[in-house]
């Protein structure tokens, strides 16, 4: 079992920046893939960053690209979403998310079976 608990979300001005964290609770934290998802009211859940078990590499949403930085410290069982420039449609629930399952970053939320309970972004205008 893997607990996850957001944290660093917030209102902001558009233009601004906001660092989101995520710990774990999992022993091997190196063992999972984790993912940055958000849900915006009457929306479905989609995917914003995903890193691999090493954080070699990075994957991101065309919407966040050059914006967004997904980032992990696996000695500190922690990923970070680092937001800058951000937008009024930025606006949402972000969660983390982590897939022990296997290698690849996955941008659908079904292949994640840990979540953690969302932090609140507001972009104003």
């Known amino acids: 079992q893997v607990q996850l608990v957001e944290s660093g979300g917030g209102l902001v001005q558009a233009g601004g920046s906001l660092r989101l964290s995520c710990a774990a609770s999992a022993r091997t934290f190196s063992n999972y893939v984790m993912g940055w998802f958000r849900q915006a009211p009457g929306k479905e859940r989609e995917f914003v960053a995903g890193?691999?078990?090493?954080?070699?590499?990075?994957y991101y949403a065309d919407s966040v690209k050059g914006r967004f930085t997904i980032s992990r410290d696996n000695a500190k069982k922690t990923v970070y979403l680092q937001m800058n420039m951000l937008k009024p449609e930025d606006t949402a629930v972000y969660y983390c998310?982590?897939?022990?399952?296997?290698?690849?970053?996955?941008?659908?939320?079904?292949?994640?079976?840990?979540w953690g309970q969302g932090t609140q972004v507001t972009v104003s205008s």
């Open positions: 998310g982590a897939d022990g399952g296997g290698y690849n970053v996955y941008r659908t939320p079904a292949e994640y079976e840990y």
């Open positions: 890193i691999t078990r090493g954080g070699g590499t990075t």
